[in-house]
């Protein structure tokens, strides 16, 4: 009986603590309509400025309290609504994932300036070393904080939504801003209290899960994540069901850690997996949720925004590709050994970003788990390769077979919930998978690839091999988008209803598009492998999956430029690491600024490139009217038509 008290009590406090992180996530989607990936990262920092302020500074407890909660949090919420959200209101949902997703990163890499990773720091619980003894159960009053402090807030909220005038104007502001105008409510105004009211929010749940974790900024960023499945219990619109969805999830996790160990006594390898897995329980949760709960209906029409740029013709394509290969196979002998590491890494990532220009540039289907495909590609590699074609192609497959276990069960969704499946299977995946298999900080050997009379052995070959792979893989992306496959994604991602209605298979192209790109990036992972010789769990952290998609966005999200050019970024951030503190991680600092402040240009800068190069090809081409006639083909209007059937729709 105590064991089940103990279990029932902790289990409570933790879904408590997930019931006020998801509250404050649900809040901000209510009135601004837009998921803010950042919400754990916001209750980090304020995690964080307690610390400063009242262990640090020794400031008393409630004023602490008051200056994070009421003054820090608020302000920061108010601040991001301001200078982020309002003005990306009515954009594409992919585009407020992207901006969001950049102030994670960045969120992240402001914190690990200000605070080093390497001093330890303790929160203590409220009232610490006191408890209340109930029967043989005690119960500390920091848990007994947490439970009536969520008591308090839902109460609050409940009447700040049904009684108060701000509170309804919230709740109408999302559904028609024009019209809560109209009755007198400012819906700018409202957007940013409801805003600052959620990152209050995230901030105190970060201050109650802190004394139970460490203060550690990835740990308690992830940590408050996992409050994301709450909110989908609700939909991400009803407050009671966002806490019973919590309170859930919170006994579930203890459920586990508790009555776990006991199935040894059926099945000792399901105990050591539930042992070993506790942490996974959330997002697989949260994955469960996104697939068996009601989905939304298809989107009839995209926001009209500026124009992909056109695919570059056969003939451009193939002097590009061999003036870079060229460029490589002539700078190779030149180049030190770490200068042609950091060119083949270069090259490996432009390989794995290509694989998110099909998917996520031309399909519009947003992955944040396109690392994890590497890693499986590197895993195969290693295991059943031997250096060989056949672990090529043992990579490519087991890749594209993951890639389509994701696709399937998540075939119905799209935008937010494509993003947040895909994002909990990454993590989830890491924990499972990567670090179980290749052992929390280990490494796992993979031999380079070997052909037949060509030679791989020296980096120089080694490089020269990759830039031919790089190029005729772009080769085939461009001709995929030139084909008629291209333009049924083109159509996919304008308008899912007007391709349904044109008698387009979507769920097929969805599935055949998740494939090929997990199968192109699980490629990448093999030729990863050969080049490093071992890989370990580190290497294919869920995080770093969103650094590659804004590191794409920014480069530009539907162009192979983008691609070339985020596979540079990607590999020169450990080459500029060494010339900056340790603590200041460059990847997310110089990612999340970059994407929040060009994200906004949903083409990045190889649109601007490629809008460069038609601007340049249509000053040679004649008249106005010549080009006009010209620029009327036959798959050009097919497209349109599509469009066109989607907005109507």
């Not at 390497?118 to 159960?137: C, D, E, K, W």
């Not at 009209?304 to 196979?329: C, N, R």
Request: hydrophobic share 55%; glycine share 12%.
């Amino acid at each position: 009986m105590t064991t089940f008290l103990a279990f029932l009590t902790s289990g409570l406090v933790v879904g408590c603590i997930y019931a006020l992180t998801a509250t404050g996530l649900v809040v901000t989607y209510m009135t601004s309509g837009i998921f803010n990936f950042a919400h754990g990262a916001i209750g980090m920092i304020a995690a964080f400025v307690y610390w400063q302020v009242a262990i640090g500074w020794g400031w008393p407890t409630p004023i602490a309290l008051f200056v994070t909660l009421f003054i820090v949090a608020p302000l920061m919420g108010a601040v991001i609504e301001r200078l982020l959200i309002r003005p990306i209101r009515g954009a594409s949902v992919d585009l407020a994932i992207v901006i969001t997703l950049a102030l994670l990163l960045l969120l992240i890499g402001v914190a690990s300036v200000i605070w080093k990773g390497t001093a330890v720091r303790i929160v203590p619980p409220f009232f610490a070393g006191h408890q209340v003894q109930i029967g043989s159960l005690s119960v500390t009053y920091h848990q007994v904080v947490v439970v009536v402090v969520a008591i308090i807030v839902a109460v609050s909220l409940k009447l700040l939504f049904s009684r108060t005038r701000i509170g309804i104007a919230m709740r109408g502001v999302v559904d028609d801003p024009d019209l809560a105008a109209m009755a007198g409510a400012s819906p700018a105004r409202v957007q940013q209290l409801s805003w600052a009211l959620g990152a209050s929010l995230a901030g105190l749940a970060g201050i109650l899960l802190a004394p139970l974790v460490n203060l550690d900024i990835l740990t308690l960023t992830l940590l408050v994540i996992n409050g994301y499945a709450a909110a989908l219990v609700g939909r991400l619109r009803s407050l009671p069901l966002t806490a019973a969805g919590a309170i859930a999830l919170g006994l579930m996790i203890n459920a586990a850690k508790i009555y776990g160990p006991d199935a040894g006594r059926i099945w000792q390898p399901l105990a050591d997996v539930i042992r070993d897995n506790q942490a996974v329980i959330p997002m697989a949760f949260l994955f469960v949720m996104l697939v068996t709960l009601p989905s939304a209906r298809l989107r009839s029409g995209s926001l009209i925004g500026p124009p992909s740029p056109q695919p570059a013709a056969l003939t451009s394509a193939l002097i590009w590709g061999g003036v870079l290969i060229a460029f490589v196979a002539i700078a190779a002998p030149h180049l030190s050994s770490s200068n042609i590491v950091t060119g083949s890494k270069a090259l490996i990532f432009a390989l794995t970003l290509l694989s998110l220009v099909l998917l996520t540039g031309y399909g519009g289907q947003v992955s944040l788990c396109q690392l994890t495909f590497v890693g499986l590609g590197s895993y195969a590699m290693g295991a059943w390769g031997g250096g060989s074609l056949l672990g090529v192609v043992a990579a490519i497959l087991l890749a594209a077979a993951a890639g389509a276990a994701v696709a399937l069960p998540t075939l119905r969704l799209r935008g937010l919930y494509l993003a947040l499946a895909t994002f909990a299977f990454a993590s989830a995946l890491d924990l499972v998978f990567f670090n179980q298999v290749f052992g929390t900080g280990g490494s796992f050997a993979v031999e380079r690839l070997q052909l037949p009379g060509i030679p791989t052995e020296s980096g120089q070959a080694y490089i020269t091999l990759l830039a031919v792979v790089f190029v005729l893989c772009s080769l085939l992306v461009l001709a995929v988008r030139r084909g008629r496959y291209g333009r049924q994604l083109a159509a996919l991602n304008d308008s899912p209803a007007a391709c349904a209605t044109l008698g387009v298979n979507i769920n097929v192209t969805k599935l055949a598009v998740f494939a090929v790109s997990a199968g192109m990036a699980g490629f990448a992972g093999a030729l990863f492998g050969g080049l490093r010789g071992q890989v370990g769990p580190n290497d294919f952290v869920a995080l770093a999956s969103l650094t590659l998609l804004l590191v794409l966005r920014v480069g530009g999200i539907n162009t192979v430029s983008g691609a070339l050019f985020g596979g540079a970024v990607m590999a020169s951030f450990p080459m500029l690491q060494e010339h900056v503190p340790s603590n200041w991680p460059l990847a997310y600092l110089l990612t999340g600024i970059a994407a929040v402040s060009i994200g906004r240009d949903p083409n990045g800068l190889g649109g601007r490139i490629a809008e460069l190069a038609e601007r340049l090809r249509a000053n040679r081409s004649g008249p106005p009217a010549d080009r006009l006639r010209a620029s009327q083909r036959g798959d050009d209007l097919e497209l349109e038509e599509v469009r066109l059937v989607g907005v109507a729709g």
